[in-house]
């Protein structure tokens, strides 16, 4: 899957340079992006959305061993990005990056430190926001096979 890029190079390493500047941009541009979302303006918020939901990927893929806040501000992220494209009549970049969202997770939860995290809740989240998309489009048949692996390995992995 290829990811979606929003962030220029030069922000992109100036960010990963130091994660506490990059966690206050990610709250900065989470509020911009919520409250523009608030207002139905959904190419505002796209310009803020899009770039938090980068630079949370960017954070996660830099933690050795994510933690709970980490994945909640990816998870998140993608999920404003998703409902915000959806809004822009973009349906296949709504389904990408839910399924990108998804399939990180469940990356994740398969991990060593996946494990040790109670990934359940977000798991059920990410897998509620791909059913009403699908649901959406009318195509949940597809989503079966998804649903089916997830539950699988929620039980596999979750204690």
Same mark, same amino acid.
């Given at each position: 899957m290829m990811a979606m890029r929003f962030l220029c190079e030069s922000h992109r390493q100036q960010l990963l340079r130091n994660q506490a500047v990059a966690e206050? $941009?990610? &709250? %900065?541009?989470? %509020? !911009?992006? $919520? *409250? /523009?979302? =608030?207002? +139905? *303006?959904? @190419?505002? !918020?796209?310009?803020?959305l899009g770039p938090s939901y980068e630079? =949370?990927? @960017? @954070? @996660? +893929? $830099? /933690?050795? !061993?994510? &933690?709970?806040?980490?994945l909640d501000r990816f998870m998140l992220s993608g999920h404003f990005l998703a409902e915000c494209l959806r809004h822009c009549g973009e349906t296949q970049l709504q389904r990408h990056c839910l399924l990108e969202v998804h399939h990180r997770l469940l990356a994740i939860l398969r991990s060593a430190q996946g494990a040790e995290l109670p990934l359940h809740r977000n798991i059920e989240i990410s897998l509620q926001m791909l059913s009403r998309h699908y649901e959406a489009v009318g195509e949940a048949d597809l989503l079966v096979a998804c649903e089916q692996e997830t539950r699988r390995l929620l039980c596999r992995c979750v204690h």
């Open positions: 206050i $941009r990610w &709250d %900065e541009w989470m %509020e !911009a992006g $919520r *409250e /523009a979302f =608030s207002n +139905k *303006e959904w @190419l505002v !918020a796209l310009r803020y630079l =949370s990927d @960017l @954070l @996660l +893929k $830099r /933690a050795w !061993a994510p &933690d709970l806040p980490c």
